[in-house]
């Protein structure tokens, strides 16, 4: 349960520049969210998270999110019902040096692969998305917690992966 609202805290608290969402005198948003959640996988590590896994958790999301808002807030969500792979092994990505160059570099391949999966999306702007919620495989370890403007990271709601939120 800390889990998912460490999520939602997380979904919550990023901020935005769309223009259906603005934060009030006390810093909170207000209005409607366009979420898409995505499962990705790399050559050398599986990512064993089932459609209707991740649809349950963002579906709790969404709930939380309302519901911690006084209704202010909405998560509109769309779960791709595909893992989608990325362009580099987990290998690759965990021998990144720089925490900040490693969120940047996964940032874009998934941004890129969900592009190519046909979803209105592309690494320099999210254009029908406010936020891009990527699970990831167990074997690309993200265990620093670094906040830049492109992304946040939180503890998954799912076994066995990492869930990590970003905004442009």
């Known amino acids: 349960m800390t889990i998912i609202l460490t999520l939602l805290a997380v979904l919550v608290t990023v901020a935005t520049t769309r223009a259906e969402i603005h934060e009030t005198d006390y810093k909170q948003m207000v209005g409607t969210l ?24 963002m579906a709790l999301v969404q ?40 969120f940047e570099t996964l940032r874009v391949d998934c941004a890129t692969a969900a ?17 891009l919620v990527v699970n990831l495989p167990s074997a690309i370890r993200i265990k620093e917690r670094v906040y830049t403007q492109y992304s946040t990271t939180t503890p998954s709601p799912l076994q066995s992966c990492t869930s990590w939120v970003t905004a442009i």
């Open 34 to 57: 366009n979420v898409l959640a995505i499962c990705v996988q790399t050559s050398d590590a599986a990512n064993t998270t089932t459609y209707t896994t991740q649809s349950s958790a």
């Open 63 to 102: 709930s939380r999110t309302l519901q911690s808002s006084y209704n202010r807030l909405t998560l509109n969500y769309t779960v791709a019902p595909n893992v989608l792979m990325l362009p580099q092994t987990a290998y690759y990505y965990n021998h990144i040096n720089s925490p900040e160059t490693r």
């Open 115 to 131: 592009q190519q999966a046909g979803y209105d999306i592309s690494p320099t702007d999210y254009l029908s998305y406010d936020r």
